[in-house]
């Protein structure tokens, strides 16, 4: 079974511009989860969805937002880019997002803004 | 905010078995104890989850203390491939299903 797959792997920005992110989750994984690592942060939580809707949401500003399509997959958006979002973004997959459902992360999309 | 507290770093020879340590004293009864590492750069990698009783896999074992206040990781037999950053994490359950992964311990496994 292939393993959870995002595009691009690599993406550069200047400041004010947006970009769009894209995961594929595992085959019948219907929960779809999004994660910013910073050096300085760390692994935070961005937001999760469900079924075509988000279900839980972290502490991030609007200009962060996700949309999660029919079949499964999700895309991650970020308008205005600014220096300090510059990061890995990964996306991680389980099958219901239940506590007992383990999630399978991507290899990210390491996004640098100039 | 993380429910966890493990070591920043810790060394372990190679054929060693490498046992890293987590403490989880707020975890409630139905929370699990998640084990993820991250080899640099890359995604986060499943390696094992548990409960309440001990777990084994063909990764490690996880050894859950009987009050769930703590647990340990446990690789039998480390390989420099094994050195990595390892989170020990609490499923949130109350707020649904996000992981707050911590600093994790940084695992060096000397040749």
């Known amino acids: 079974k292939a393993g959870v797959t995002q595009t691009p792997r690599y993406l550069i920005k200047t400041r004010g511009q947006q970009v769009t992110l894209s995961c594929s989750p595992i085959s019948g994984h219907r929960s779809v989860s999004w994660y910013q690592q910073t050096p300085g942060q760390g692994l935070q939580f961005l937001f999760e969805?469900?079924?075509?809707?988000?279900?839980n949401k972290g502490n991030f500003p609007g200009r962060f937002s996700g949309r999660q399509f029919s079949n499964s997959r999700s895309e991650m958006n970020v308008s205005t880019l600014e220096l300090g979002d510059s990061a890995l973004y990964l996306c991680?997959?389980?099958?219901?997002?239940?506590?007992?459902?383990?999630?399978?992360f991507g290899p990210g999309t390491r996004l640098t803004v100039l | 905010d993380a429910k966890t507290t493990q070591p920043t770093s810790m060394d372990c020879a190679e054929g060693r078995a490498a046992n890293l340590p987590c403490n989880h004293s707020?975890?409630?009864?139905?929370?699990?104890v998640y084990w993820y590492r991250q080899i640099h750069s890359q995604g986060p990698q499943y390696i094992i989850h548990?409960?309440?009783n001990n777990e084994t896999n063909e990764m490690a074992s996880l050894i859950i203390t009987e009050d769930r206040k703590s647990s340990t990781l446990i690789l039998p037999h480390a390989t420099l491939r094994d050195t990595a950053v390892y989170y020990c994490i609490v499923r949130v359950e109350d707020t649904g299903n996000q992981f707050y992964f911590g600093t994790g311990t940084s695992l060096t496994v000397i040749p």
């Open positions: 707020t975890i409630s009864g139905n929370e699990y």
């Open positions: 991680a997959s389980s099958f219901s997002g239940r506590p007992t459902d383990t999630q399978y």
């Open positions: 548990g409960l309440k």
């Open positions: 969805y469900f079924s075509e809707t988000q279900r």
